[in-house]
C-alpha cells in the first residue's frame, strides 16, 4: 500500500458540517423539527466519513489534498495523518453526543446556535487535517472566531462580559501566531508538516530557533490556557450554554494544543527540542498550572467555574506529556487529549442537567441532588474518579503512562506533580459526590422531578461509559491507545 494517497475525502469531512448549517439556516425558523433533524444527520454523517479513514491511519498511512495555492509553504492544503484522523474523530464523537444533548436544552436563538456550532465543527476539522502551518492557521482563527458567538449565546450581561474577555485573548495570540508562521518560513523555507522537524538547528541558529519556538508557544497557550494565558476560561466556560461548555473543554482547548503537538513533532521535533533546553522550562510551567489552577478550583462554588480551573489544570497533563519527550510521556499526553474530552465533557453535560431541571448552579446548594438525579450524578462521579485517577478509568491510564514517561525521562520528581494534582481533584470533586448522595433531603431542596429528558441524558450516559471503557479497554484495536502508539511510533 502506498504511504500517501490522494482522496477528496478531507474535504467532504470539512464540507459536511456545512449541510448542517444550510439546514439549519433554511429549515430553522419555519420547520425547526427539520432543521435539528439536518443538523444531528449532519453531524452523524461527518462521523461517518471519518471513519473509513481508519485503516490508513492505524498503518500510519497519509491521504493528501491540495486546495489552493502553489508556495511550498503558502498553500491551503489538507492532510491526513494518524494524528490528524485521531483527532478529527474525536471532534466528531464529542459533536455528535454535544449536538443531541442540544436538543433537549437550547430552547432559545437555536438556528444562531446550531449555525455557529456547524462551523466551529467545520474549522476545528481543518486544524486537525491541515497540511501546513499556513492552512492550520488560517481554520485556527476561523474557529477563534466563531466561537465568540456560542460563548455569548445567551446575551447576559455576564455572557457579553466573558465573550469580550475572550476575545481580549484571542485577537493578540492570532497576531502572535502570524508573526511564528511569518518567521518559520523566513527561516525554514517550508511550513509543511512531514512528520519530522522542517528546521534546523545549524541552518538557524539557535537564538532563531528559541524565539520562534517562544511566540508558538504564547499564540497556542491561550487556547491551551496554559497559565497565565489561562484567563479567559473561567469566565467563558460558565456563560456558555451547557453543550459547548462541554465542547469549548473538551475539544476546543485542544486545538490549541494540537498546534503545540504540531509544533512539537513536526516543526521542532524531539531531538531540536532536546538540542534547545526548552523541555524542562515547560514542564515547570505545566507542573505550576496544574497545581495552581487545582487550587483556585477548590474554592469555586459555581460548578461550572470549578469546571472550568479543573480543566486548566487537566490540559496541562498533556503539555506535561509532551515535553518529558520520551515514549510514555508522549503515550499519556497523546492520551488524555481524549480522556480529558470524554471525562469533562460528561461534568459540564452533568451540569447542564443539574441547572436545567433544579435551577441550581452552587454547588452548596446541591445537597440530595443525586436522589432525584441518580443516573445523572452516577455519570458525574464516573468521571469525577476519572479526574482523580482511579483504576479503571481513562484518567489512570492517562497517569500511570505520564509517571512512566517520568521516569523514562529520568524526571521522577513530575510524579509528585501528578500525586498532588490527584490528590487536589479529590478535594475539589469527592465533597460535590458525597453531598449529592449522602447529605440532604431531595424534597425539601426542592428539585422539581427525577432525571431529564433522554435527548440530554442519552449523551450524558453515553460520555460517561466511554470513560470506563476507555479505562478498561486499554489495548483494544481502534480505541485512542492503538492510534496514539502510531503516532509515538513514527517520532521517537
Same mark, same amino acid.
Given at each position: 500500500m502506498s504511504r500517501e494517497a490522494i482522496s477528496i475525502l478531507p474535504i467532504l469531512v470539512i464540507f459536511m458540517p456545512w449541510v448542517s448549517l444550510i439546514g439549519a439556516a433554511v429549515f430553522g425558523k419555519r420547520k425547526p423539527a427539520a432543521a435539528r433533524a439536518v443538523y444531528v444527520g449532519g453531524t452523524a454523517a461527518t462521523l461517518l466519513l471519518i471513519v473509513p479513514m481508519f485503516p490508513r491511519a492505524l498503518e500510519g498511512l497519509v491521504i493528501r489534498k491540495h486546495l489552493?495555492?502553489?508556495?511550498p509553504g503558502i498553500s491551503l492544503a489538507l492532510r491526513v495523518d494518524t494524528m490528524g484522523f485521531y483527532f478529527a474523530l474525536l471532534l466528531a464523537v464529542m459533536w455528535l453526543l454535544a449536538v443531541i444533548y442540544s436538543l433537549g436544552y437550547i430552547h432559545?436563538?437555536?438556528?444562531?446556535?446550531?449555525?455557529?456550532?456547524?462551523?466551529? %465543527?467545520?474549522?476545528?476539522?481543518?486544524?486537525? %487535517?491541515?497540511?501546513?502551518?499556513?492552512?492550520?492557521?488560517?481554520?485556527?482563527e476561523l474557529m477563534s472566531l466563531f466561537t465568540y458567538p456560542l460563548i455569548i449565546h445567551d446575551e447576559t450581561e455576564v455572557a457579553r462580559?466573558?465573550?469580550?474577555?475572550?476575545?481580549?485573548?484571542?485577537?493578540?495570540?492570532?497576531?502572535?501566531?502570524?508573526?511564528?508562521?511569518?518567521?518559520?518560513?523566513f527561516y525554514g523555507d517550508t511550513l509543511a508538516f512531514l512528520g519530522r522537524s522542517t528546521?534546523?538547528?545549524?541552518?538557524?541558529?539557535?537564538?532563531?530557533?528559541?524565539?520562534?519556538f517562544s511566540i508558538y508557544m504564547l499564540g497556542f497557550g491561550v487556547k491551551a490556557c496554559i497559565m497565565p494565558l489561562h484567563g479567559w476560561v473561567p469566565d467563558a466556560h460558565p456563560a456558555a450554554p451547557a453543550p459547548a461548555s462541554a465542547l469549548l473543554s473538551g475539544v476546543i482547548l485542544?486545538?490549541?494544543?494540537?498546534?503545540?503537538?504540531?509544533?512539537?513533532?513536526?516543526?521542532?521535533?524531539?531531538?531540536?527540542?532536546?538540542?534547545?533546553?526548552?523541555?524542562?522550562?515547560?514542564?515547570?510551567?505545566?507542573?505550576?498550572?496544574?497545581?495552581?489552577?487545582?487550587?483556585?478550583?477548590m474554592s469555586q462554588d459555581d460548578l461550572k467555574r470549578r469546571l472550568a480551573y479543573s480543566s486548566v489544570a487537566q490540559v496541562s497533563y498533556i503539555v506535561l506529556g509532551l515535553f518529558l519527550l520520551s515514549p510514555a510521556g508522549a503515550v499519556g499526553g497523546l492520551l488524555h487529549?481524549?480522556?480529558?474530552?470524554?471525562?469533562?465533557?460528561?461534568?459540564?453535560?452533568?451540569?447542564?442537567?443539574?441547572?436545567?431541571?433544579?435551577?441550581?448552579?452552587?454547588?452548596?446548594?446541591?445537597?440530595?441532588?443525586?436522589?432525584?438525579?441518580?443516573?445523572?450524578?452516577?455519570?458525574?462521579?464516573?468521571?469525577s474518579l476519572g479526574m482523580i485517577g482511579i483504576p479503571?478509568?481513562?484518567?489512570?491510564?492517562?497517569?500511570?503512562?505520564?509517571?512512566?514517561?517520568?521516569?523514562?525521562?529520568?524526571?521522577?520528581?513530575?510524579?509528585?506533580?501528578?500525586?498532588?494534582?490527584?490528590?487536589?481533584?479529590a478535594v475539589y470533586f469527592l465533597p460535590i459526590v458525597?453531598?449529592?448522595?449522602?447529605?440532604?433531603?431531595?424534597?425539601?431542596?426542592?428539585?422539581?422531578?427525577n432525571e431529564t429528558s433522554k435527548k440530554m441524558l442519552v449523551p450524558v450516559l453515553a460520555a460517561g461509559a466511554f470513560v470506563i471503557i476507555l479505562g478498561v479497554f486499554v489495548t483494544v484495536p481502534g480505541l485512542p491507545y492503538s492510534l496514539v502508539k502510531v503516532v509515538v511510533g513514527s517520532v521517537f
Open positions: 489552493a495555492g502553489s508556495g432559545g436563538r437555536q438556528t444562531r446556535y446550531y449555525c455557529f456550532l456547524a462551523l466551529n %465543527f467545520s474549522f476545528c476539522l481543518g486544524v486537525a %487535517f491541515s497540511a501546513n502551518m499556513f492552512t492550520l492557521f488560517v481554520f485556527y462580559k466573558a465573550g469580550f474577555k475572550y476575545l481580549a485573548y484571542s485577537i493578540p495570540a492570532g497576531a502572535v501566531l502570524l508573526a511564528g508562521v511569518i518567521l518559520q518560513f528546521i534546523h538547528l545549524s541552518q538557524v541558529g539557535k537564538p532563531i530557533l528559541l524565539v520562534i485542544k486545538v490549541g494544543i494540537f498546534g503545540i503537538v504540531r509544533v512539537v513533532y513536526d516543526v521542532y521535533g524531539v531531538e531540536l527540542l532536546e538540542a534547545l533546553g526548552v523541555s524542562l522550562w515547560m514542564l515547570i510551567v505545566a507542573g505550576i498550572t496544574i497545581i495552581t489552577a487545582s487550587l483556585f478550583a487529549i481524549a480522556h480529558h474530552a470524554f471525562m469533562k465533557g460528561t461534568l459540564f453535560l452533568c451540569s447542564g442537567v443539574i441547572m436545567h431541571e433544579t435551577g441550581k448552579r452552587n454547588i452548596s446548594e446541591m445537597e440530595g441532588i443525586g436522589k432525584k438525579l441518580p443516573l445523572t450524578m452516577g455519570a458525574f462521579t464516573v468521571a479503571l478509568t481513562a484518567g489512570f491510564i492517562t497517569k500511570w503512562e505520564l509517571g512512566v514517561g517520568a521516569l523514562q525521562a529520568h524526571r521522577p520528581y513530575f510524579i509528585a506533580v501528578l500525586l498532588i494534582s490527584s490528590l487536589l481533584n458525597y453531598a449529592a448522595f449522602f447529605k440532604g433531603d431531595s424534597k425539601q431542596a426542592g428539585f422539581p422531578r
